[in-house]
């Protein structure tokens, strides 16, 4: 009888060997990996919402620049306006008053190019082209 409870003993040492504890271990293995994932889903969570929010951001910041450019376009087309008015006052010779607006163009052309390149609008080079003497 107690050899057959010592037998006991042993194959029931034997299966926690080698059955329960490798279940244990991967049953921690598996928590682990679990908690992992959770974590991870976490994190692309955030950097989902961080790239939604620098997205936002980059949009905002393109409305921005190219508000900035219609602004200064629009002050340059005022000026141009204003320079070009018959009230306003012109050398009388034709031959000067046509050197001074070419002239006039050429600076407006390039004021009108460097404030699209810096706000991060394109100009627009057949336009620009076209109004170059």
Known sequence: DSALQQR?????????ELVLEPLLQRSEQLERAEAYAEAAAADRAAA???LAKTRTKQALLD???KQAAQLCLANLAAEMREALSPSRATPR??????QQLEAQLRCWTSSASMAATENGV???DARISAVRP
């Open 8 to 16: 006991l003993r042993v194959a029931e040492s034997e299966i926690d």
């Open 48 to 50: 989902e919402a961080t």
């Open 63 to 65: 409305v921005a620049r």
């Open 122 to 124: 394109e100009p627009d």
């Open 93 to 98: 010779n034709a031959a000067a008053r046509v």
